[in-house]
C-alpha cells in the first residue's frame, strides 16, 4: 500500500463541495418532481432514473476514494464487476428499490452537502492559516514601513520567562509557528481525507 497523497487528499475535500451540490440537487430535485407524478405514471421512469444517477454518484465517489486510500486500481476494476449501475425497463425498478444501495445512494446525496461543505471549508481554511500565520514577519514589515501600523502591538509577556519582546520578535515567534503549521499540513490533509474516504465506505457500505 502506498503512502495517500496530500495533494489529492486536498483536491478531495475541495471537490467534494461542488459533488455535493450536484448530488444534493439532482436527488431533492428528482423526488420533488418523480414522486407526485407517479401517480400518472410519468414520475415511475424519472423516480427510476433519480435512483440511479444518486446510486451512480455514490460508488464513483467510493471508486474515487478507494483509489486514493489504497492505490489498487484492482480493487476499483472489482468494485465495478460487483456492482450494476444501469437501470432498464420497468421491472429493474422494482429490483432497485429492493436494494439497501439504492437508499443509500439517496443519502448519500443528501448528506454529501453539509459534509462537502465541511470539508471545502476545512481544505481552504487551514493552509491559508497555516501561509498567513507563516508570512507574519513579511507582514509585519509591510505594516510598519508603508502603513505604519503596528499588526502586533501587545503588552503580552513570553511565558514562562515573563521577557518583554518587541513586536517583530512577535511577529518572528509567530511566524515559526505558522512555519510548523506548514509543515503539519500534509499530516493533517492525509488525516482528513481518511475521515473522508470512511465515511464514503460507511455510506456506501452494502448492506
Known sequence: MQKQSAVKAWTML??????????FVIAVTGLCVSLP??????????????LTACRWMMVKEQQFTLDWYR??????????????????GWRSLLSLLGKGQTYQGVLYSILQLPIGIVGFTLGIVLPV??????????????????FNLDLF??????FPFYLEITSAQRSWIAGGIGL???????????ALGRMYAAYIQMVSKTI
Not at 471537490?15 to 448530488?23: D, T, W, Y
Not at 502591538?153 to 513570553?158: D, G, H, L, M, T
Not at 510548523?180 to 492525509?190: A, E, H, N
Open 153 to 158: 502591538q501587545s503588552s503580552w509577556s513570553f
Open 14 to 23: 475541495l471537490m467534494s463541495l461542488p459533488k455535493g451540490i450536484v448530488a
Open 129 to 146: 492559516t497555516a501561509y498567513a500565520v507563516m508570512l507574519s514577519p513579511f507582514a509585519y514589515k509591510v505594516s510598519i514601513d508603508f
Open 71 to 88: 492505490s489498487d486500481s484492482q480493487s476499483l476494476h472489482r468494485l465495478d464487476d460487483k456492482l450494476s449501475l444501469r437501470w432498464e
Open 180 to 190: 510548523v503549521l506548514v509543515f503539519l499540513q500534509p499530516m493533517i490533509l492525509r
Open 37 to 50: 407524478l407517479i401517480i400518472l405514471w410519468v414520475g415511475l421512469p424519472l423516480l427510476g432514473a433519480t
